[in-house]
């Protein structure tokens, strides 16, 4: 018998009208596109925007206006149908989403995108990250984690509810060692980001290039001679980017599982990051370097990179093998399909 479920991916409506999007709303696409195709599952994305109704491979796509009157009643409608509601990341309208799926008795399953879901990093995130999980997580019957670090987060705090780990997906590219001439970033402009620690980066290396993308100039202009800076850029020409960039830089504060991490290996580049390295994954996979929150030390594993193309191609391999057996899309949709016929 099929079961129908309802994926509330709010900001996912940018994805399926113009392919560009954030790690969350990527990873939400990814795993429940793969589940429809090859699962008894009929997948539902109820996403903001102002268009009809989609088909987009096997799935449903919905979209409804910020207007929270047509939100609450649109929402209504659709859950009545569904078996399971599936809700990523934290957003304003979260507790309508939960409250409103649960006085209708569907099961509520809530994918991590973040540590401040946990109550980590709030300084680094809208004010509601303070409010949100106190008030909406007790209503949630499953939750589905990104790292050990969440998972044994959710173990203390929520003991009689079903929590899993669930790594984050990535499609596997073919094994290929382009190496380019430009350092890429990628990302969008907020603080959680470290644009801050990006222009220092820049400021202090004027003999290296670099490509930044996810930031429009309109919005912060990066105005140095040894910038490229493409703004905002579909998902499909990301993965371009990625293969003839030299290597990949993250001056992110706070993340959940960063899906720059995942695509860059997966295009064989190896990742210098300023603090984030969830479970210790840059030394796992020895695809990388992680300099802990010191300035001076990512400065350092630039330069090693940036010299030395036989260094970047032994990285780069190794955190592509890493991803082939940890993070592969199809072994993951897998999972994710035991855990929904547990419900």
């Not at 008894?40 to 109704?53: A, E, L």
């Not at 990250?129 to 019957?141: G, R």
């Not at 030395?308 to 940890?326: L, P």
Request: charged fraction near 25%.
């Amino acid at each position: 018998m099929n079961k129908k479920i309802l994926v509330c991916s709010w900001l996912s409506g940018k994805l399926f009208i113009d392919k560009s999007s954030g790690g969350s709303e990527n990873r939400a696409y990814l795993l429940f596109n793969e589940i429809s195709r090859y699962s008894r599952y009929k997948v539902s994305f109820f996403v903001n925007g102002n268009c009809r109704k989609r088909r987009i491979n096997k799935m449903n796509v919905i979209f409804c206006s910020n207007n929270i009157l047509k939100i609450a009643g649109e929402f209504l409608r659709l859950i009545k149908k569904q078996d399971h509601v599936c809700i990523f990341a934290i957003n304003r309208l979260t507790p309508l989403f939960i409250f409103l799926a649960k006085l209708n008795n569907k099961k509520i399953v809530y994918f991590l995108t973040c540590d401040a879901d946990v109550g980590v990093g709030l300084e680094n995130v809208p004010s509601y990250y303070k409010w949100i999980p106190k008030l909406t997580f007790s209503e949630v019957d499953v939750f589905i984690a990104q790292t050990e670090f969440q998972y044994n987060i959710l173990k203390e705090r929520y003991k009689n509810k079903k929590i899993y780990l669930l790594k984050n997906p990535v499609i596997i590219n073919p094994n290929d060692s382009i190496i380019g001439k430009e350092i890429l970033w990628v990302g969008r402009n907020d603080n959680t980001k470290g644009t801050d620690i990006l222009q220092k980066i820049i400021i202090e290396n004027p003999d290296k290039k670099f490509k930044i993308i996810g930031i429009n100039k309109k919005d912060l202009s990066f105005n140095f001679e040894n910038v490229n800076q493409l703004g905002k850029i579909n998902q499909k020409e990301m993965y371009e980017h990625y293969k003839i960039s030299k290597f990949i830089i993250s001056t992110s504060k706070i993340e959940g599982f960063p899906n720059v991490f995942l695509q860059a290996f997966a295009n064989n580049k190896p990742i210098v990051s300023y603090i984030v390295n969830p479970d210790n994954f840059l030394e796992k996979s020895r695809g990388g370097f992680c300099a802990n929150g010191d300035l001076k030390d990512f400065q350092k594993y630039v330069d090693k990179l940036y010299n030395s193309k036989k260094k970047i191609k032994e990285m780069g391999n190794n955190g592509y093998n890493y991803i082939k057996k940890e993070h592969e899309l199809k072994n993951i949709s897998k999972q994710l399909i035991k855990i929904l016929d547990e419900l």
